[in-house]
């Protein structure tokens, strides 16, 4: 069966530009590697995806809409599928004065940000910069090699991806109850009780889980904090020893120990 609209997936994929071949992005570490473009802060892991719902890019999503499960696809994109066709209308170009003490750092191909708008200078001349704010790869045809990993339908497992997807924790240190059908708490980790727009992160997991995972109402996240001096204070854990290790060490007492008592 192909798969329905809403349904959460985690796909692995690596896209490049058809005209020549490079790597624009990739969720596999090996495909990183041999564009020689790899992030070593970053985890390379198959991504959570809700079919239908544009976390991808439209033919992509359109395409997924008639996978099914395990299935591995090959996806042609469009400029108009993809991040659009070039618009000649947002080119603009600007005063290099107006980018202030930043001005004497400027060159073809940066990146910059103007009122708001990111875009790349394309060239400097005549006290001017020309500016294209369009997308980088807008009026590029795209190629996606997609393998889908697995259909998650756990609700514990589709939790546990939706808190991944937004907060960059790793999988094991994701911790939370279900408390009845309509209740959800999740534990944050304290490496990340400073992490920049938490409140935001928190805003996003709430609504993900109100979305996905019916019939969910509510929402909770504690955050736990131990007192370090208490921890340093707790004497040391004595375990108990097994009665193999009795026996090697004093067979007699080993004896004693595993024999019943009088009947």
Excluded: C
């Amino acid at each position: 069966m192909t798969l329905e609209n809403g349904t959460l997936i985690l796909a692995d994929y690596t896209a490049k530009i058809k005209d020549t071949g490079q790597i624009i992005d990739t969720t596999r570490k090996e495909d990183a590697e041999k564009s020689g473009d790899a992030d070593p802060t970053r985890t390379y892991e198959p991504r959570l995806i809700a079919v239908g719902e544009g976390w991808v890019l439209k033919g992509l999503d359109e395409a997924l809409q008639k996978a099914e499960p395990n299935q591995t696809l090959d996806v042609e994109l469009t400029p108009d599928k993809a991040f659009g066709v070039r618009d000649a209308t947002k080119v603009s170009r600007i005063p290099i004065r107006k980018f202030g003490e930043k001005a004497s750092e400027l060159s073809v191909g940066a990146e910059v940000e103007v009122d708001n708008r990111t875009g790349i200078i394309r060239s400097l001349e005549s006290g001017r910069a020309m500016v294209d704010f369009n997308h980088k790869y807008a009026g590029k045809t795209l190629l996606y090699n997609l393998e889908i990993k697995e259909k998650l339908e756990s609700r514990d497992g589709q939790i546990q991806a939706l808190i991944h997807r937004r907060l960059p924790v790793e999988k094991e240190k994701i911790k939370f109850e279900s408390v009845g059908e309509d209740e959800v708490r999740i534990t944050i980790p304290s490496d990340y009780f400073l992490l920049e727009g938490l409140q935001i992160i928190k805003r996003g997991i709430s609504n993900d889980l109100f979305k996905f995972i019916k019939p969910i109402a509510k929402v909770s996240f504690i955050e736990e904090y131990e007192n370090p001096a208490k921890k340093k204070e707790e004497p040391p854990k004595v375990e108990e020893a097994s009665k193999s290790e009795i026996k090697e060490a004093a067979p007699e007492a080993a004896e004693a120990v595993t024999s019943p008592g009088p009947q």
